[in-house]
């Protein structure tokens, strides 16, 4: 079964430093697809990021970046020069590319602090 | 603005009642999930449809019930509400097949309170 590990319940960080949020995963499926997604006090949830199970390089989208290591079962999004536009909860996501569900972790709730 | 629009945005209501949200995916997408999230927890799996035919089943519960109709809208009706059924109700829905990331495109949600 799909299981998403956040152990981060709660993250400070520091106004224009970089912040690290941990994800690991469980799965026995090679193909899969791993997600971050935002959600600000207003309640949506934004997309950030994709990492497919089969990509040779880690993706990155403006400041956000992931770290991939997929021995380590590991999908860490790292976020450079942090605004204070980014606190916000952060939920990883897996999903197989033949399967159906969906999978969110806990969630790390990231403050940034001016 | 995500595409997937959820009907109503907020819901007030009391216990035992019966309460019907309603979810539009974005054009052209084919799949859409629906999650719980209470205050201050994870987003709960609860069902997903796929081109009318229900796809997966996460935990629903059996007071809870849903469909998608031929013009790809949902619905999520929970019947027999309780104080807990009180959430953020997401409706996601997504473009599936190959050469997709398959990402989920959320609504803005439903919230409900049961008082």
């Known amino acids: 079964a799909q299981k998403i590990t956040q152990t981060q319940p709660g993250m400070f960080v520091q106004e224009k430093e970089a912040v690290t949020l941990d994800c690991t995963y469980d799965?026995?499926?090679?193909?899969?697809?791993l997600f971050w997604y935002k959600q600000p006090s207003s309640g949506e949830m934004i997309f950030l990021i994709y990492?497919?199970?089969?990509?040779?390089q880690n993706a990155t989208e403006g400041r956000y970046s992931l770290n991939f290591q997929k021995a380590r079962k590991s999908a860490n999004l790292v976020i450079s020069a942090s605004q204070l536009g980014d606190s916000a909860m952060y939920f990883c996501?897996?999903?197989?590319?033949?399967?159906?569900?969906?999978?969110f972790g806990p969630g790390t709730r990231l403050s940034v602090l001016p | 603005d995500s595409g997937v629009t959820q009907t109503p945005k907020h819901l007030i209501t009391a216990t035992g009642q019966r309460v019907t949200l309603r979810c539009s995916p974005r054009?052209?997408?084919?799949?859409v999930y629906w999650y719980q999230q209470s205050l201050d927890q994870g987003l709960q799996f609860l069902i997903q449809?796929?081109?009318?035919?229900?796809?997966a089943k996460g935990n629903i519960l059996e007071r809870f019930s849903a469909q998608q109709f031929p013009d790809l809208h949902s619905e999520l009706n929970l019947s027999s509400l309780e104080l807990g059924d009180s959430a953020l109700y997401f409706c996601?829905?997504?473009?599936?097949?190959?050469?997709?990331?398959?990402?989920?495109?959320f609504g803005e949600g439903s919230r409900l309170t049961v008082l």
């Open positions: 996601a829905s997504s473009l599936e097949g190959q050469g997709n990331t398959g990402e989920l495109f």
């Open positions: 799965t026995s499926d090679p193909s899969y697809g």
């Open positions: 990492q497919g199970s089969y990509d040779q």
């Open positions: 996501a897996m999903k197989h590319n033949y399967g159906q569900n969906f999978v």
């Open positions: 054009s052209g997408d084919l799949s």
């Open positions: 449809y796929y081109n009318g035919e229900e796809r």
